[in-house]
């Protein structure tokens, strides 16, 4: 399992986007239930909350509701274990896609690792 973002789609081989509403272009899997939800997600994009907000937000509204190992294994099962997990921001920039990584990592000690173009 990996990370990316959709500028980067056409190296992807199997792309699975994990935000609230993927670009219109995009015709792949989508898997909202690790979406952010709006509220926090429009509180941070308008300077509300800043990125520790937004993480507490996204554990409590988001992962904190679902079993680490139940989601990787429906991921991998559904979507095999090369899927690449989709949002919109570069690397570098902070993005939920990092923060359900980091929660497999932690809860699993899987790493999953962003891509390199």
């Known amino acids: 399992m990996n990370t990316s973002y959709f500028a980067k789609l056409k190296s992807i081989t199997n792309p699975l986007s994990i935000s609230g509403k993927a670009p219109d272009w995009y015709s792949g899997p989508q898997y909202r239930i690790l979406a952010p939800k709006y509220g ?3 509180a941070y994009k308008a300077g509300e909350i800043d990125s520790v907000g937004y993480t507490e937000c996204y554990y409590d509204q988001v992962l904190r509701h679902l079993d ?15 899927v690449t997990l989709l ?8 993005c939920h896609r990092r923060l359900v990584a980091d929660w497999f990592e932690t809860y699993l000690g899987i790493p999953v ?4 173009f």
């Open 87 to 94: 949002c919109y921001e570069k690397p570098g920039d902070f």
């Open 113 to 116: 690792l962003e891509l390199k």
């Open 40 to 42: 926090f997600f429009s």
């Open 68 to 82: 680490a190992s139940q989601v990787y294994q429906y991921l991998v099962q559904t979507y095999g274990e090369n």
